[in-house]
Structures are given as structure tokens and as C-alpha cells.
T-cell receptor
Framework: NAGVMQNPRHLVRRRGQEARLRCSPM?????VYWYRQLPEEGLKFMVY????????ESGMPKERFSAEFPKEGPSILRIQQVVRGDSAAYFC?????????????FGEGSRLTVL | AQRVTQPEKLLSVFKGAPVELKCNYS??????LFWYVQYSRQRLQLLLR??SRESIKGFTADLNKGETSFHLKKPFAQEEDSAMYYC???????????FGKGTTLSVSS
């Protein structure tokens, strides 16, 4: 089992461009979580998704950020019109189910740099 | 408000010394708490959870509701314990983990 796969590992964007980060959960997992880590900060929850459903997006900024987890394919975190403050490491995690929310399996993260 | 506080950014100890990584939380009701660990060049992974009352790699953590703490302890540190440790709390909705800022543990010989 390859574990949670995230790509790209590193992404550089200029202000105003779009960033798309992908996450494939562990085999058999249908629950995906996105977290953001800013420099000198801990992991901040962004969004929790099941296949074709957003369960909790309370941590998502109201504008420019969106996430999806389609029936087929990876989960995608999309950031439109990026700004310098979006520079961070974005981590994806997966779990077997909602009652396993505490037992998360993390990817290696995608590091976004906005110039 | 639900919050996790790890007051120490860095903890340095010698091999064989006892280790205590501090974690305090703020939560209404019965919390569900976890410790996660990230070794150098590895992914963040679950170390232990309070409901299991388990000992993993010699580490234990006891939930103290009176002091709202969930400190991680090990009686004799090993060099391979050097890593970043995060305390985490399940949110009220049970949909996400709230992480502390983490403590870097450095064990030297």
C-alpha cells in the first residue's frame, strides 16, 4: 500500500495564478482531510470530504479556496488568484471512516510558494 | 473554544533521561486526544490515543481532566525518539483534529 499520495510535492506560482493540489487517499479509505501548515504554526484543519460530499469545510477561507473529492480520481484542493499569504505546506490525510477521524494517515505534503 | 497548547517549542534531553512533552487542551465535555509524531524525512503518523491507554515505543500519555492535560512521557529517552511531536484533539463534531504547534524533541548522547 503506497499510502496517501500528494502531488505536486512543490509548486511555485505567481500572484494571481491558480494552484491545484491533488491527493489520492490510501487504498480502501473514502474520507479525505486537508490541512495547512504556515511557517512556525501547527497544522490547521481546512476541509473534510467524502466521495462527492463536503462534510466539514469550517476551516476553509471563504474566498478563492475550494475542494472536491469526485467519485473517480483524487481529491483536489484549488486555490484561485493566489496571494503571498497562501505560501504554505498543504497536507492531505485519509481515514477509513468518520469514526476513525482521529486515526489519520498523512501524505508527505505539497509545498506552495507564491512569488 | 477548542484549543491545544504545547508550551515548549524545543525540548533537549540526554539519552537515558526521562522525557515529558506537555500538552494542555481546552474543550467542553469529554475530549478525545492523540499524540502524533514526525520523524526526520518521514510522514506525520499516529503515535497513540488516550482511549487505548496503550504504550507505544515506551511512551505513555494520561488524560488529566482536572488539569486539562495530556502530557506524553517516557522514562528513558533514546536517540531514535528525536522527532517533532504534535498533540491533537478531536473537535466537537468529530470531523477534524485540532493540532498543537508541536514540540521538537532532541535526544543526544
Amino acid at each position: 500500500n503506497a499510502g496517501v499520495m500528494q502531488n505536486p510535492r512543490h509548486l511555485v506560482r505567481r500572484r494571481g495564478q491558480e494552484a491545484r493540489l491533488r491527493c489520492s487517499p490510501m487504498k480502501g479509505h473514502s474520507h479525505v482531510y486537508w490541512y495547512r501548515q504556515l511557517p512556525e504554526e501547527g497544522l490547521k484543519f481546512m476541509v473534510y470530504l467524502q466521495k462527492e460530499n463536503i462534510i466539514d469545510e469550517s476551516g476553509m477561507p471563504k474566498e478563492r479556496f475550494s475542494a472536491e473529492f469526485p467519485k473517480e480520481g483524487p481529491s483536489i484542493l484549488r486555490i484561485q488568484q493566489v496571494v503571498r499569504g497562501d505560501s504554505a505546506a498543504y497536507f492531505c490525510a485519509s481515514s477509513l471512516g468518520q469514526k476513525n477521524t482521529g486515526e489519520l494517515f498523512f501524505g508527505e505534503g505539497s509545498r506552495l510558494t507564491v512569488l | 473554544a477548542q484549543r491545544v497548547t504545547q508550551p515548549e517549542k524545543l525540548l533537549s534531553v540526554f539519552k537515558g533521561a526521562p522525557v515529558e512533552l506537555k500538552c494542555n487542551y481546552s474543550y467542553s465535555g469529554s475530549p478525545e486526544l492523540f499524540w502524533y509524531v514526525q520523524y526526520s524525512r518521514q510522514r506525520l503518523q499516529l503515535l497513540l490515543r488516550h482511549i487505548s491507554r496503550e504504550s507505544i515505543k515506551g511512551f505513555t500519555a494520561d488524560l488529566n481532566k482536572g488539569e486539562t492535560s495530556f502530557h506524553l512521557k517516557k522514562p528513558f529517552a533514546q536517540e531514535e525518539d528525536s522527532a517533532m511531536y504534535y498533540c491533537a484533539l478531536s473537535n466537537q463534531a468529530g470531523t477534524a483534529l485540532i493540532f498543537g504547534k508541536g514540540t521538537t524533541l532532541s535526544v543526544s548522547s
